[in-house]
């Protein structure tokens, strides 16, 4: 079969074997020329590179891959996120801090660029997924291994019928199929082109319990987004917050008994709260056995007209930290920040123009990142050493290093197991176990089980069944094998994956049967 005029021009740089993405560029317009074809876009060129990779024409080479994939960094962590916005509904809480805009989404702002794509479209989960597949196979970017987003406020305020059409109408967008319900669309899900990996859902503390567990769990739900804002129950109170801070240790104790992945969003500067304050509630979460997030998103308070915080600023009751008070403050929190939590995000996506006062500078990691540099000290969250922020040519060089992290967490013990690096600076996959001090679990499924909460590995998205420098390498299967050990250990008798819909055949290969919405094996 006759190549095509990008397969010859891949063919002829992959010879080249270019080490940077300047002599990618350089490569590829000499093609061009020699070859008299005119300038291609990245996305048709890496394209006829996975051609030739999967017809084994050429060897995998991920610096030239990296090079043609427009905005590399959107599947660095080994899937694509697509968010999804849920229609403008009310909300249960009037905080003081959170913009109130017509016809919006409580909290978000209709120049939010997930709010824009969501208002082109009606608000129709559907019809955003379909928007977000095109444009990111449009940018050269693997989308068989999806991580879904819902966004949109409190999601356990929406109605229950309008939650099921919301999640059904997702998955039947990532299938291409209608289906007549959400657990036939889920079950179509486990073999689809477009996976459904994780399933994320934003909530409030105060709206956990068994039964939304069990509806999350119906949906397919694996991570929960928390909007605890703050630990002082005065500054709760003073900003209007609604819920306690024995409300999010509660609901955070409930969620990993369960399972789930924990998100929490955590929101310095305040009205009531100081940098002192705020560094301390960090030192906190991170140390004790209440607390112990996996995730967390860090968004400095702004003032927006739409919010009733605004008042306050222009009666001058309130005063955002300075750019450099926050800058130190954000420095802080990374300096302490354990090897098993990532830090999500370091700003709220609320464009300039919107903010009256209070944070605005729109690459905050950056110059946290090029602070660190200048003073001799680098991140250790899970999203600064993660191996697709490695040069590709290093990976190569490194020898990987099986590491287990313990620590106590709300009435259970967690297992961090992660392959790092020899240095620890690069990480390539970890497993996140979980085993409950009382095995009498509110879900009787889950008694005598050790939890799978999460199974990650890292570096560039690669299409299922294809090998890349870090994914499909058997990894994930490694690292189960020492969740296993570690269960039989503790003489339990079976253990649990809090699964996403599409990675449950992943899990059948290793003797995991579905039972109820978990992946579960029997150990003796």
């Known amino acids: 079969m006759a190549l095509s005029p990008q397969q010859q021009m891949i063919l002829e740089i992959a010879k080249k074997n270019p080490q940077n993405e300047k002599e990618v560029l350089s490569l590829t317009r000499s093609a061009s020329n020699r070859l008299k074809i005119a300038p291609t876009e990245k996305s048709g060129l890496l394209l006829a590179y996975h051609k030739l990779v999967k017809s084994k024409k050429i060897s995998a080479q991920p610096i030239l891959e990296k090079a043609l994939t427009k905005r590399a960094v959107r599947t660095l962590s080994g899937v694509a996120v697509i968010s999804v916005l849920t229609k403008p509904y009310a909300c249960p809480g009037d905080c003081l801090y959170c913009p109130t805009e017509k016809n919006m989404p409580k909290s978000y702002l209709s120049n939010e660029p997930a709010v824009m794509r969501a208002i082109l479209n009606d608000f129709d989960p559907k019809r955003q997924i379909t928007m977000r597949l095109k444009a990111l196979k449009a940018n050269g970017h693997d989308t068989s291994k999806i991580e879904l987003i819902i966004m949109g406020g409190t999601w356990s305020y929406h109605q229950p019928k309008y939650q099921t059409w919301f999640i059904k109408e997702c998955f039947d967008a990532l299938n291409g199929k209608v289906t007549k319900t959400l657990a036939e669309a889920q079950k179509k899900n486990e073999s689809a082109k477009h996976r459904c990996i994780g399933l994320t859902l934003e909530t409030r503390p105060d709206y956990i319990n068994k039964k939304e567990i069990l509806r999350m769990r119906e949906f397919g739900c694996t991570r929960v987004e928390l909007g605890i804002q703050h630990i002082d129950d005065k500054i709760l109170k003073l900003n209007k917050r609604g819920h306690t801070n024995a409300d999010s240790i509660n609901a955070i104790a409930i969620l990993k008994q369960a399972g789930f992945k924990i998100n929490l969003h955590l929101m310095p500067g305040l009205p009531g709260s100081t940098p002192a304050k705020d560094l301390a509630m960090f030192k906190t979460l991170y140390t004790q056995g209440e607390y112990m997030p996996d995730m967390i998103k860090i968004y400095p308070c702004v003032v927006t007209k739409d919010a009733e915080l605004y008042k306050w600023y222009k009666a001058g009751k309130y005063k ?205």
Request: aromatic fraction near 6%; charged fraction near 30%; charge should be positive.
């Open 320 to 524: 955002p930290y300075t750019d450099k008070q926050l800058l130190k403050l954000i420095q802080d929190i990374k300096k302490i920040t354990p090897t098993w939590v990532r830090i999500t995000r370091l700003i709220r996506d609320i464009p300039e123009e919107s903010i009256v006062a209070g944070n605005k500078i729109t690459n905050l990691r950056q110059l946290v990142q090029e602070q660190a540099k200048k003073d001799g000290w680098s991140c250790q969250c899970i999203r600064c050493r993660e191996v697709g922020h490695v040069d590709p040519a290093e990976i190569k060089k490194q020898k990987l290093k099986l590491n287990i992290t313990s620590y106590p967490a709300s009435n259970g013990q967690e297992y961090f197991i992660s392959f790092d690096s020899q240095d620890g600076k690069a990480l390539y996959a970890f497993l996140r176990l979980r085993i409950n001090n009382d095995q009498k679990n509110i879900l009787p499924v889950l008694q005598d089980t050790g939890l799978i909460r999460e199974l990650h590995t890292y570096g560039q998205a690669m299409p299922l069944g294809e090998k890349g420098e870090v994914q499909h390498l058997g990894m994930g299967k490694k690292l189960l094998e020492e969740a296993e050990k570690i269960c039989k250990k503790n003489k339990l008798k079976k253990i649990a994956v809090i699964s996403g819909v599409g990675v449950r055949k992943y899990y059948q290969k290793s003797g995991y049967k579905l039972d109820e919405t978990y992946m579960i094996k029997k150990i003796n």
